[in-house]
């Protein structure tokens, strides 16, 4: 099936530092949509993008539709301990019913 | 809100066994899917809904079943447990907003073990 290839896979940073993440794909999205699992919990939706070159801000937290559609970035500033979990990217096609989702990033803060 | 409202949170299953995943939302979405987690893994698309009456599968459904006979419910049977089917089950639901895909919620999934 179509993937969705998310890097880096895992991230171990120190508090403070800014984190990056992205999601490409060889296949055109017109959605695409970043969340984030706390471990024991289900995905929350952090940022939903809609229009390609779209860059959208939630708090610290900054998400960009590439301009070609077939990728994403989202970047977290100034991390805290409660950054901790999994981001999941996920894109979907005009007309699908389903979203296709990336492998996810884990990303640890040292305090 | 409740949202996305699944059940049971935890169940041990011996191989064999069945058992239905229970999976209500409240928000009125005609959308509904059953993913499974495995540990340290991605999700994975078992089964979908886009309204009552109408369910498809996804990537993984082979010893599943679901059904859809109301908007709000969508339950997941597993009608003869394996090992394999050991993971974390999260329902999710979304309504569609025209031309532009409406987001999907979550609930705060299901711990299978099968022994």
């Known amino acids: 099936g179509q993937q969705l290839n998310q890097s880096p896979q895992s991230m171990f940073i120190q508090e403070g530092e800014d984190v990056s993440m992205n999601c490409t794909s060889s296949?055109?999205?017109?959605?695409w949509l970043w969340y984030k699992q706390d471990p024991g919990e289900g995905p929350v939706l952090l940022i939903a993008?809609?229009?390609?070159?779209e860059l959208t801000s939630n708090g610290r937290l900054t998400a960009q539709f590439g301009i070609t559609r077939k990728d994403s970035f989202l970047n977290i500033s100034a991390s805290i301990p409660s950054d901790v979990g999994i981001y999941f990217c996920a894109g979907q096609q005009q007309g699908a019913q389903k979203l296709v989702f990336g492998q996810g990033t884990r990303l640890t803060i040292n305090p | 809100n409740a949202g996305v409202t699944q059940t049971p949170k935890f169940r041990i299953l011996k191989i064999g066994q069945s058992m239905t995943l229970q999976c209500a939302q409240d928000m009125n979405h005609n959308y509904m899917y059953w993913y499974r987690q495995d540990p340290g893994m991605g999700l994975k698309l078992i089964y979908y809904?886009?309204?009552?009456?109408?369910?498809d599968k996804g990537e993984v459904p082979n010893g599943y079943n679901v059904s859809r006979s109301t908007t709000e419910d969508f339950p997941l049977r597993l009608e003869l447990a394996a090992p394999s089917q050991t993971s974390v089950y999260f329902c999710?639901?979304?309504?569609?907003?025209?031309?532009?895909?409406?987001?999907?919620?979550f609930g705060e999934g299901s711990r299978l073990t099968v022994l």
């Open positions: 296949s055109i999205f017109n959605t």
């Open positions: 809904s886009v309204g009552a009456g109408i369910t």
């Open positions: 999710a639901s979304k309504r569609d907003r025209g031309g532009n895909t409406g987001e999907l919620f």
């Open positions: 993008l809609y229009k390609a070159g």
